[in-house]
């Protein structure tokens, strides 16, 4: 149990178009989610704090209308990029929180995201 | 930046060796955890370590934490190839958001 799915593993875009990202608990409900990003070589860095049914909270210097989370259901959280440029291209990785289960976060397998 | 630092960056070592990574951070925790990571892929958990713990083991890992140092290690006994990775360890604070360490890559030779 406990698994984190995300959609899709890897996606290739124009600079400026917006990609969806989705993170799914499949046997689980989460009532938090969390967003984070990693570039090459480097180290998971938070994004936001996606709680269901609320507004997300963002990390200092992550901008709120470019990375836009929606988290409408207990098991699914998206990540929009919007109008995205060759410096959003990174590994994006959701992790989720059970609701039964303070302490336990399972992570997703991951996002590839280039912007050409 | 509240992220942790974790040393070495990077360690190389024969099959059957031992391998030792440090951790430390800056703020108070509620627990500290370490992951595993292989290339371009998610994360593993590997073990969790409460605030009030001081030593924890999981088959061939050993972690210890020191919260007067503000300081953990991650020992895994009898390397293996498959154990060649990122390791990275997460505090997480009173809000339950995890904040990560710069991670150790770690190569074992067979």
């Known amino acids: 149990g406990a698994v984190v799915s995300q959609h899709p593993s890897w996606v290739i875009c124009k600079s400026g178009t917006s990609v969806k990202i989705e993170c799914r608990s499949l046997?689980?409900?989460?009532?938090?989610m969390f967003w984070y990003r990693q570039f090459p070589k480097q180290s998971l860095m938070l994004m936001a704090t996606?709680?269901?049914?609320?507004?997300?909270?963002?990390e200092q210097g992550v901008e709120k209308d470019k990375f836009l989370i929606n988290h409408a259901s207990l098991t699914l959280s998206t990540l929009t990029v919007t109008s995205a440029h060759p410096e959003d291209s990174s590994f994006y990785i959701c992790?989720?929180?059970?609701?039964?289960?303070?302490?336990?976060?399972?992570f997703g397998p991951g996002t590839r995201l280039t912007v050409l | 930046s509240q992220q942790g630092e974790e040393d070495p960056q990077a360690l190389s070592i024969q099959e059957g060796e031992n391998a030792t990574m440090n951790c430390s951070y800056k703020?108070?925790?509620?627990?500290l955890q370490w992951y595993r990571q292989n290339s371009g892929r998610g994360l593993v958990h590997l073990i969790l370590?409460?605030?009030?713990?001081r030593e924890k083991h999981s088959g061939r890992l050993r972690v210890t934490l020191d919260t007067s140092k503000k300081s953990s290690s991650l020992l895994i006994t009898a390397s293996r190839a498959a154990d060649t990775a990122s390791y990275f360890c997460?505090?997480?604070?009173?809000?339950?958001?995890?904040?990560f360490g710069q991670g150790t890559e770690l190569s074992v030779k067979p």
């Open positions: 992790s989720a929180r059970r609701t039964d289960s303070y302490n336990e976060q399972f």
């Open positions: 046997d689980f409900q989460a009532t938090t």
């Open positions: 997460a505090t997480e604070n009173q809000g339950g958001k995890l904040i």
């Open positions: 996606s709680n269901e049914g609320s507004k997300a909270t963002y």
């Open positions: 370590i409460r605030s009030n713990e």
């Open positions: 703020t108070s925790i509620n627990n």
